[in-house]
């Protein structure tokens, strides 16, 4: 198939959608869109999108469907609700890029697979930067002759694919360690910054050597500079999706019996996070909390 003959529905156009819907059709593809944001539809439209207007319309329009959506409930309801991407049509290689866990992704293969659907999970890391210039990783679980012969070159439009696996949930897994990881290294960097900073130590020449010596990491070397040493706390990803996908991690942790206690740590920081600063805070507040729990003032512009 050619980018002209196959046929792309796209469900959820928030902060990652959007761009990764535009790099689809930048590449050449057909692509129908939906999301519940009349405003969210209207910007892909305007970049030469086709609105479906239902999630059902866009299953019954598309060969391929992807979903960007906020949580796993979401993405069952999409999948397999009353006006799901599958009612009306049959579009044959369904491929979930939100952070939903592998229970999810097991249970929508178990219904899928059967009606002739390649079902995949694929959740994504790198942040909004990542999905608009394309460099975003792309954790893959599902079957290996359609990923090769039709998902592979779509993912390749829109970031780094690998694939983890056949098993579904793999990718989900793949991307619940990842988080851990990331999430951590804001936990610590925080902590570690807050420890400085009560002693005296200016916060930008501390990233600095942090980021040339082995303290360096994700967050010395990008949510610091962007969003915390300017106190801006606009990193772009949602405290509260973070949330879901340490719970997401935890639950799946708690039953294959693998304790996991720095991920106890930074769900509190999290919830405590959103306490703090409201539904909508950036995840990188957590270092708001640290620094209040520490007797700084989290609310001084540095
Ligand atoms: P977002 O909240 O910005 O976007 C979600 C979009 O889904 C919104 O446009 C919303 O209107 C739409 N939506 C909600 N319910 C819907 C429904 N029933 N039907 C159609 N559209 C619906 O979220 P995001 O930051 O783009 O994250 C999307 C997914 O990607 C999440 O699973 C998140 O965990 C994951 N993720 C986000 C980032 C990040 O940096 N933001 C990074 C990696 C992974």
């Known amino acids: 198939m050619n980018n002209s003959e196959i046929t792309i529905g796209f469900l959820g156009l928030g902060r990652m959608g959007a761009p990764m819907a535009g790099n689809l059709l930048k590449a050449g593809y057909t692509l129908y869109v939906h999301d519940v944001s009349p405003d969210a539809v209207a910007a892909l439209v305007r970049e030469g999108a086709q609105a479906a207007g239902s999630a059902s319309a866009l299953g019954r329009l598309c060969d391929v469907v992807f979903t960007s959506l906020p949580t796993p409930a979401i993405v069952r309801e999409a999948a397999l609700g009353p006006d799901s991407i599958f009612i009306r049509g049959k579009p044959r290689v369904f491929c979930d890029l939100s952070t939903s866990g592998p229970a999810l992704a097991k249970e929508l293969s178990a219904a899928l697979a059967p009606q002739g659907v390649a079902c995949f999970d694929a959740p994504v890391s790198g942040g909004i930067k990542g999905a608009r210039e394309a460099t975003i990783s792309i954790m893959v679980g599902g079957p290996e002759a ?157």
Do not use: C
């Open 146 to 302: 359609e990923y090769e012969s039709v998902l592979r070159p779509l993912l390749e439009v829109i970031g780094k694919p690998t694939h983890m696996g056949e098993t579904p949930g793999a990718g989900q897994t793949m991307k619940l360690v990842n988080n851990l990881l990331g999430a951590v290294a804001i936990g610590v960097t925080a902590e570690g910054m807050a420890f400085g900073i009560k002693a005296g130590l200016d916060p930008a020449r501390m990233i600095d050597v942090l980021n040339k010596s082995t303290g360096i990491n994700s967050a010395t070397r990008d949510k610091w500079p962007k969003s915390v040493l300017p106190r801006t706390f606009d990193f772009g990803f949602a405290a509260a999706l973070s949330l879901k996908d340490t719970k997401l991690l935890m639950d799946e942790a708690e039953a294959a019996e693998v304790p996991l206690p720095l991920g106890r740590i930074v769900q509190d920081y999290l919830e405590r996070t959103l306490a703090r600063e409201g539904a909508d805070a950036d995840f990188t507040a957590i270092a708001k909390v640290v620094e209040e729990a520490a007797g700084l003032d989290p609310e001084r512009k540095e």
